[in-house]
Nanobody, 116 residues
Framework: QVQLAESGGGLVQPGGSLRLSCLASGSIFSINAMAWYRQAPGKLYELVARITSGGGTNYSDSVKGRFTISRDNTKKNEVYLQMNSLKPEDTAVYYC?????????WGQGTQVTVSS
């Protein structure tokens, strides 16, 4: 069993910053990749950023240059998403996703609201 605990969402003004965290626990023997997805009201899920076990990263075009995904280099079971220069269109529920030996696990989601 794998558990994902997300934290760091909230309300922020346009141009502000937030940092999301996701801690994986349980049967996490081989993590292939960790990622953040988001779902805005009325829209489909969108991959925001992903980091592989080797440290490779990829980002949605909409967040490139503003968001940074990183991982705890010691334990490798915690992933972060630093979000800068936030825009109202970044408002969504953000979900942590972990790929463990091809099986995908999801967190419960954390709300990010960007509004003045």
């Amino acid at each position: 069993q794998v558990q994902l605990a997300e934290s760091g969402g909230g309300l922020v003004q346009p141009g502000g910053s937030l940092r999301l965290s996701c801690l994986a626990s349980g049967s996490i023997f081989s993590i292939n990749a960790m990622a953040w997805y988001r779902q805005a009201p009325g829209k489909l899920y969108e991959l925001v950023a992903r980091i592989t076990s080797g440290g490779g990263t990829n980002y949605s075009d909409s967040v490139k240059g503003r968001f940074t995904i990183s991982r705890d280099n010691t334990k490798k079971n915690e992933v972060y998403l630093q979000m800068n220069s936030l825009k109202p269109e970044d408002t969504a529920v953000y979900y942590c996703n972990v790929d463990i030996s091809g099986q995908h696990y999801w967190g419960q989601g954390t709300q990010v609201t960007v509004s003045s």
